[in-house]
C-alpha cells in the first residue's frame, strides 16, 4: 500500500502542478462569494413547487415583494416606499418604488402588483397560494399606487407578503418560470448546474443599492460533512446554516472563520396525539412535559446550541415571550400528576422524523420518561415521506418530534384539524381577533394564545432550532437569525 | 458464434425486463405518498387527491408499469414529480458524470493493480511479493467512502491541494475537472485496485508454473519477455471475469463516493430522489445501473472469445 500511496502522490502531483495557477476555490475572485446549503431547489417556480430551496435562494435576491422581512423579524418596505391601512383595515394603499425595472427591461408599475397577486389565485399550484384567499381585488389608482382591497381585516395577510406569495411579476417575464425566473431583484440567474449549483449575477441596473458580490454561486452540497470539508478547504466562502452541531467548534477554533449563531423559525416539537387517550387528558400532557429536563435535552441533543420557549413562539415574533420556565423539570410532580390521572401504567410510541435532531431528541425525552415509569418505543420514519403521511395526514401516532419550520405557525393551534388534535375555542377565537385587529391587539392576542397552550401543555415546546452561519472572516454583513424564507445576500459586504 | 451472440442478447433482454419488474413493484410497495412529499404540509385533501391523479397514481398498478415501460421503451423515461421535468435527459447528464468516475477509479485500479499484481506473482518466493499481497488484503478492507473520508481530510482540509468535492464539466475548464475527479477516482480505484492486484496475481503466478511458458524459457526468451509474449494474454481470462464483475461493484460504490465527494452522478439523484419519493427517477435511475451492469456482463463474455481463440469455437 505505501508504494501505491507514494505512486498515488506522484500522479497527483504530476496532475495538480499540470493546473498550477489555479485554486480550488470557486470564489476566488474578490468580486465572487461561494455559499453552501443542503438543500438544492428542483427549478426555479415556486409558484409551482413547493419547499424551502426555492425561495431560499430567489426571494429577496432575485424576486423582490412589496415589502420584505428583516433579519429581526420586522416588515420593512421594498418595493413599496410606504404603505397605509384605511380605518376598517381592509384597505391597503401601497406607494412604488419610482424607477424599477424587472431583470429583463420592463419597467415595474402598479399593473404588475394587481398582475402578481391575481396570479397567485388563478396560475399558482401550490398549497400556500391559500395565503391570497383574503384579497377580494386589487386597484391600480396610478402606476405607483396600488390598492389592495381584502375580505375582511387581515394582518397575517401583510406578514405572508413578505414571502413567496408576496414576489412581484410582469406578465412579459412569467412565460419559462422553471428556467428563466424574471424579478426587479439585485441578481440575476446566470447559470445552473443540476446537482451542483446555481450562479447569481448582479443586475447591472438594479433600482437599489448595487450588491457587494458581483457573482454568488451558491452551492449544494447535502452532506453535512462534506459541507464543512468545502468551507475548510476553500471551496466555499459562507455554510448558511450548519446542520451538524458537533462540527461547529472546529469552525470557532479557527481564526480563518466566523462563527455567527442566531435563532430560526423552527420550533423542535414534541408533539401529542390530543385527540386520543391517554393525551386528550391535560394531567398527562403537563406530566409528561414536567418530566422532560430540556436543557439537558437541548445540551445532549444539539450541543446546547438552540433556545428554550415553552411555547409556539420564536424570539424574533413580536408577541415573543419567555414561557420556558413554564413547567419546571420535576419528575415528583409529574409522577403524582400521572397517578391522578390513572395512568401509572403508561405506554406509547414516539413516531419521530429520522433527523438528527430528532432522533437525538428522541432518546432523551424516553430516558426521562422512563423515570417515571412512563415505557416509550421510539419509533423513526422516513422523512419527509413516511412521517407526513402517517402522522401528518393519517393522525396515526401517540406523540412525535419534528421541526415546525414555517414562520408564525401558532396559528396552527386555531385549527382542530391539524394533527396536534388540540382545540380549544378560546385559542381560535384569540387567533382570529388577532389576525383582524390592530397591530397591538395582535400583539396581545397571540400572546395570549401563546400563553394558553402553554397552559394546556398542548405539546411540548423542547427548543428553538438555532441558525449557525459559518463564514471566513472577509465576508461581512451577514445575518445571524434566518427567519424570513430568503438566504438574503443584500446586507453583504 | 452467431448463435451465441443472439441468445446472450436474447438472455440480456429478459434480464431487463424481470429487472424492471423488480424495481417497480419495489417503488410501490414503498410507504409514503409522492403526492404528499410533493406538495408538503399546507396540501389540502383535493389537492392532493388531483396531483395524485396527475401523476397517475390512482391507476391500476399494472397499468402504472405498463405505461411506465411503454414509454421507456418509447426513451420517455416520464417526469419527475418534483421538478416536472423529463427525467430522460437528465438521467443521461448524470449518468455522464458516473460513467466518468466509474471509468477514472478503473483506471486507477488497472494502473495498480496489472504491474503491481504481476510483480506479486513474480516475486512470488521474496519480501516484495508478500508485502504486495499483504497491503493488497489491508486494501480490499477498507470501504470506498472511508478512502473517500481519508483522502479528503490529507488532500483538500490540511494541504489543500485538490478540491474536497464539486463537479466541473471536462469542457468547462479541463484542469478543474480533473483536479476534481482525482480524489474521488482514487477512493474508488484504490480499493478495486486492491482487490484487483489478487486477481492478477494468482492468474500471472497460474500461467508462471504452465508448460508453455517453460518453452518459451527454455527457448531462450528472458523472465520478462516470456511473460510478456506469452503470459499475459493467458492471465487475462480471469482477470476481465472480475473486471465485469468489479465494473458492477464501482456503479455501486459510486453511490456513496458521489455523496462523499458531491458529484452530480446517478447515485446522489438516486439518494435525493428516494428521499423525495420521486417514484419516475427512482425507476429510471435504477433500471439504468441495472441495464448497464447487464450490458457489462454482456460485453464481457464477449471480450472472452476476442482474448482467447479457443474459446472462439467452443461457442
Redesign the interface.
Known sequence: ????IS??LA??LV??A??AG?T?S?GAGPDTLAVGFTA?P??FDFT????TAIPQALLYNVYEGLVKLDADGEIVPLLAESWTVSDDRRTYDFRLQPGVRFSNGAPFTADDVKFSIDRVKTDW????K?KMDVVDHVEVVDPLHARVVLTKPSNGWLFDMTGRVGAMFSPTGVADL?NTPVGTGPYQVASR?????IVLRANPDYWGRAPAYKTVVL?????P??LN??L????IDVIAQISAPDSIPQFENDTRFTVLQGTTNGEVVLSFNGAKPPFDDIRVRRALTLAVDRRALLDTAWAGRGTLIGSMVPPTDPWYEDLSGRYPHDPDEARRLLAEAGYSDLSFTLSVANLPYATAAAQVVASDLADIGVRVTIEPL?F???W???V??DHDFDASIVQHV?ARDLTTFGKPSYYWGYDNPKVRDLIASADAGTPEQEVADMRAAARTIADDAAADWLFVYPNVVVAKTKVTGLAANQVSESFDLTGLG | MVVAIVRRVAILVISVLVASIVVFAFMAV?????A?????????PE?LAKTRQDFGLDRPLVEQYLSWMGGVLHGDFGR?Y????AIGP?LL??LG?TLWLVGAGML?ALV?AVP?GALAAVWHRRSGGTA?SG??Q??VAVPAFLAG?LL??V???QL????????T?PNQ?T??F??GL?LPA?SLG?VQ??VLTRYVRSAVLDTLGQDYLRTARSKGLRPYPALMRHGLRNAAVPVVTVLGLQLATLLIGAVVVE???????LG??L??SV???DLLSVQGIVLVLVVAVLVVNFVVDLLYAVIDPRLRAAR
Do not use: H
Open positions: 500500500m505505501k508504494v501505491r505512486a498515488a500522479l497527483l496532475i495538480s499540470c493546473s489555479s480550488a470557486v438544492e428542483a427549478n409551482r413547487t413547493d419547499g399550484s401550490i398549497s400556500i391559500s422553471a448546474t443540476r446537482g451542483d449549483s452551492k449544494y452540497i447535502k452532506d460533512t462534506a470539508n468545502a475548510l478547504s476553500n471551496g422516513d419527509p415521506a413516511v407526513l403521511k402517517q401528518f395526514t414555517e | 414503498l410507504p409514503g405518498d409522492p404528499q412529499v410533493a406538495l408538503g404540509v399546507n396540501a389540502t389537492l419527475s418534483v421538478t416536472g421535468e437528465q447528464d448524470r458524470v486507477v495498480l503491481f504486495i497491503l493488497s489491508l486494501g473520508i479528503v481530510q488532500f483538500a482540509v489543500r491541494w485538490l478540491p474536497s468535492g464539486g463537479w464539466p475548464d484542469g478543474e480533473l483536479r482525482i482514487l484504490l485496485g486492491a455523496r462523499v465527494f458531491v458529484l452530480p452522478g446522489s439523484m439518494l435525493d428521499s423525495a419519493r
